[in-house]
């Protein structure tokens, strides 16, 4: 009777575990396919459109594929991209272009992208995508935050799909197009600090007579950046933060989340999300210590250029939120930084899993 028994149990228990492994193999399939979806959705309008609007930016394949990291929906991505291509202009690509000989030749000139786009899927073809990223961000990486780190945040974004779809390879290419044909180089401190003086550091560089006029003189943040690069004695004011690879970032977020919840101000947003791709491709750095420099550096200086800084940390109460239901929360907007930023910092949030990263979304959110 018990050998009766053992014989049926292991035969429902083989028959569930089938089922199990069908049901997995199924999901898997299912996934597959929507992502050969998303890959022709954003190489479809890729294809299509610039990423330079004027003296705006074409946010749509950057949206594109944050939008289906966060919520892996086919249909709400193809929704949001008719409804973007119906409310916004958005640059064509040119049909016609010249022909260049080297990715240098392209450097920092955005009317050579379409060049560059053939270029670099050449060298794609050649190399294959990760030598190719790793090449380029290793010649060109005083470029990381150019036009407002949004090249590198296209690229990240592009990179970290690319890996869950290889029909992204395209999209790959086109942002580092972008990153190269944009490129803008900026100064990098030399002063290492303590990782405990930074506050009283940025509310020295605050105060610092000549900073505060170019700040409270100047209107936009290209006139400022520049005027603050071309100051002589900026770069020895600046710093870098000392200690290892994960402090500094900590310390980073640390200083830039509460200056964001603080203001809701979009060049805090993209320090946010720059910082996020940086670390998102730090596979692709010869040396990430120095990239994070780099990066230090540039946010600073960028920090730098907005009217009212508040760097206090407010209430440390914990928001009774996972990162599902801050997710959940952000769903309906169709706000492409909210979406950028809620979909930067849920990645920030599986390695640093501090309480401001959703403090920043509930910021954007809510106001």
Known sequence: MRK???KNNLFENSV???YNNIRDILLELIKGEIFVYISELVNEYGRKYSPYMDSLVNHLPMTQLALFRLYEDYDKVRDFTEAIVDKVKIEPVKSEYLSVNSIEDTL????LYESCVRLI??????KGVDAVVRNILNTYYLGI??????PIIRLAYAVESYKLDEGLEEEVARALAYYVTAYREGKVFKREIHGYNI???MEALVKDPYI???RSSLATTGH?????????????KGFVIGGSEENKVRLLLNLILPTFVNSNDSVILHCISGLHSVVALREYFDDFNNILDIATSFIITHLLTVDRLDFANGSNTLLDFSWPHIICLSKDTTDIHTIKLTYSCSELGKVYDTVGLKKAVKRRLFG
């Open 108 to 111: 920092g000139k955005p009317e």
């Open 224 to 236: 400022k950046l520049n005027a603050l690069y071309n100051y002589d004695e900026f770069q020895n």
């Open 121 to 126: 899927k050449r060298e794609i073809e050649e």
């Open 199 to 201: 506050l009283d550091e």
């Open 145 to 150: 935050s150019s036009d407002l780190f949004h």
């Open 4 to 6: 009766d028994w053992e």
């Open 212 to 214: 505060n006029m170019i």
């Open 16 to 18: 569930y575990l089938s």
